[in-house]
């Protein structure tokens, strides 16, 4: 029921609602309990009486006051308390209590209000404790919050639960571009920032400690960090600009080499219509550069990347040269075609660097890979050659091919075919090296003899397998060699569960007699979760060494 005329409002509203009803369904909160709302509003324009009770289960909750409609002007308090309450099954809350109150125009009031919220689980999202309190007086308002125990989901689950969360934020109402500042501070991090409604922001971040962060990402670093980013809109298009920087103390071997000691990073974007465009984005490090520029055109890519290493010592001290790459990656997703195309100089343990080159080519990625890589070049003054591609059928399986790899007295060759649940591979693979002696310079130690292999992927008895042959005569260290060894067996179900059933034989000469090792492994694959590995049973001169 409602009545409004310009002298007097007046309104009613009473709704109930058995628990699990429609609207708690219609609301995704079918938990909640029984509903009851009841709405009163009666009076003159300017001293209009307001009250509204609410109950929704165990949760209640109440507004009242008067409001002036003719000069916009208010006196209410709100109160809102819930036990523990659980209104579906992936959100709950163990206690939760609002209290607040308005005073004077909307305009300039005079606000309060404090939130406490304990044992937050929303899906994935935890939250132990949440304290705000809200305050203004005129056009000014003012937020602190404190978050504690915050759980992110995966994989950041645990990054900032071990300390509060402050945050504090002013809002100018009066002001015509509304705008907010606020702030954010943590262990981890600090970040400072500024809001209008024209659309424009800006965002200072600065990471006091990386390594969480970087474990994230699967790599060990060590450091700190910093962002800088710049929101600007004019009509439908958004424009951010960011800058920042690592500067780093430590972590793995291979990235401190690439990155250290600092590295920048910077990107230009614009976004309109749901589309993206990068103008440009560029990371640069004393031993590593790489840039991107391109377009997300409603789901169409257009992007071309380059990378540079001037300097391959960065990757191991064995390693001289460097490497240059380019290419595009273009298309509708999953039918993407990738192009790419890396050149440079190579040289390993002091080897005369020669050129390197190497072509990808791929397309329909990645539902349906296929694609063909060519290697080609001079390792240690010597032509190198490798020619593969790989090609993914309309019924899942997956077809590889290496035709053709050859460097000095090495060759390697095979087909291989997998089946869409990869668990009947097909094909055989090979690799022969006349004169291991040819990888003495690349190594950087003496080596000698030759070796030949195989795996023949085929079916046995109804169940995949791998049939393994190893040929090595007179190879190994010229101190340490070995007359021969030998390899043979099966591997059951490779790619499954893997079952080995393998046979070694080694035959050496030391202090001048004949020795002799068979090995054999008959059993399960260990696996990599095990800390323990069983025993092969094996026989050394004659004697058992179980």
């Known amino acids: 029921?409602?009545?409004?005329?310009?002298?007097?409002?007046?309104?009613?509203?009473?709704?109930?609602?058995?628990?699990?009803?429609?609207?708690?369904?219609?609301?995704?909160?079918?938990?909640?309990?029984?509903?009851?709302?009841?709405?009163?509003?009666?009076?003159?324009?300017?001293?209009?009486?307001?009250?509204?009770?609410?109950?929704?289960?165990?949760?209640?909750?109440s507004a009242g006051g008067t409001v002036n409609l003719s000069t916009r002007a208010a006196v209410l308090q709100l109160t809102l308390d819930a036990p523990a309450m659980s209104p579906r099954p992936d959100l709950s809350w163990r206690r939760l209590s609002l209290h607040g109150s308005w005073r004077g125009s909307l305009a300039a009031p005079m606000t309060t209000a404090q939130l406490q919220l304990a044992g937050l689980v929303a899906g994935p999202l935890q939250l132990d404790a949440l304290k705000a309190d809200l305050h203004g007086e005129g056009d000014a308002l003012a937020l602190d919050a404190s978050l504690g125990g915050l759980v992110l989901p995966e994989p950041a689950r645990g990054l900032l639960s071990d300390a509060p969360l402050e945050l504090h934020a002013q809002a100018k109402l009066g002001a015509a571009t509304?705008?907010?500042?606020?702030?954010?501070?943590?262990?981890?991090?600090?970040?400072?920032?500024?809001?209008?409604?024209?659309?424009?922001a800006t965002l200072s971040l600065a990471l006091k400690d990386?390594?969480?962060?970087?474990?994230?990402?699967?790599?060990h670093l060590k450091g700190r960090g910093s962002l800088e980013a710049q929101l600007q809109a004019s009509g439908q298009t958004r424009r951010v600009e960011l800058t920042g920087g690592?500067?780093?103390?430590?972590?793995?071997?291979?990235?401190?080499?690439?990155?250290?000691?600092?590295?920048?990073?910077?990107?230009?974007?614009?976004?309109?219509?749901?589309?993206?465009?990068?103008?440009?984005?560029?990371?640069?490090?004393?031993?590593?550069?790489?840039?991107?520029?391109?377009?997300?055109?409603?789901?169409?890519?257009?992007?071309?990347?380059?990378?540079?290493?001037?300097?391959?010592?960065?990757?191991?001290?064995?390693?001289?040269?460097?490497?240059?790459?380019?290419?595009?990656?273009?298309?509708?997703?999953?039918?993407?075609?990738?192009?790419?195309?890396?050149?440079?100089?190579?040289?390993?343990?002091g080897t005369p660097p020669g050129p390197i080159r190497l072509s990808l080519r791929a397309h329909d990625l990645p539902q349906r890979p296929n694609g063909r890589l060519e290697l080609s070049g001079t390792l240690d003054e010597a032509p190198l050659r490798l020619t593969a591609s790989v090609e993914r059928n309309a019924d899942g399986a997956l077809a590889a091919q290496i035709e053709r790899g050859d460097w000095k007295s090495a060759s390697i060759g095979g087909a291989l075919r997998i089946d869409a649940n990869a668990s009947d591979p097909e094909g055989r693979l090979e690799l022969h090296f006349a004169r291991l002696e040819d990888l003495d310079r690349l190594l950087g130690q003496p080596i000698q003899g030759s070796l030949d292999a195989s795996v023949v992927f085929d079916r046995a008895a109804?169940?995949?397998?791998?049939?393994?042959?190893?040929?090595?005569?007179?190879?190994?260290?010229?101190?340490?060699?070995?007359?021969?060894?030998?390899?043979?067996?099966?591997?059951?179900?490779?790619?499954?569960?893997?079952?080995?059933?393998l046979q070694l034989t080694a035959q050496a000469l030391r202090n001048g007699a004949l020795t002799k090792l068979n090995a054999e492994k008959k059993r399960p694959a260990v696996s990599r979760r095990c800390s323990s590995t069983p025993r092969p049973r094996c026989i050394l001169s004659g004697a058992s060494c179980d």
């Open 1 to 61: 029921m409602a009545q409004i005329d310009g002298a007097r409002v007046r309104a009613q509203l009473d709704l109930e609602e058995d628990a699990n009803g429609p609207l708690t369904h219609l609301m995704r909160l079918p938990g909640l309990g029984a509903l009851s709302v009841h709405l009163r509003v009666d009076g003159p324009r300017d001293a209009v009486s307001a009250q509204l009770t609410a109950q929704a289960g165990a949760l209640q909750a």
């Open 178 to 200: 509304r705008p907010v500042d606020f702030t954010l501070s943590h262990p981890l991090l600090s970040a400072s920032g500024h809001w209008s409604n024209t659309g424009a």
């Open 462 to 501: 109804g169940r995949s397998r791998a049939q393994v042959t190893l040929d090595a005569h007179d190879a190994g260290l010229p101190a340490q060699q070995l007359q021969l060894l030998q390899l043979r067996g099966d591997i059951v179900e490779p790619t499954v569960r893997p079952v080995l059933a």
């Open 246 to 349: 690592l500067e780093l103390g430590g972590g793995d071997a291979m990235l401190m080499g690439l990155l250290a000691p600092r590295a920048k990073v910077s990107a230009t974007l614009l976004l309109k219509d749901g589309s993206a465009e990068i103008e440009r984005s560029q990371l640069e490090a004393s031993k590593l550069q790489v840039s991107l520029h391109g377009s997300d055109a409603l789901g169409t890519l257009d992007l071309d990347f380059k990378f540079a290493l001037p300097d391959l010592a960065a990757l191991s001290p064995a390693l001289a040269g460097e490497l240059n790459a380019q290419g595009q990656l273009q298309g509708v997703s999953p039918r993407l075609t990738l192009a790419a195309d890396v050149n440079g100089k190579l040289s390993a343990h």
């Open 210 to 219: 990386i390594e969480p962060l970087a474990a994230l990402a699967g790599v």
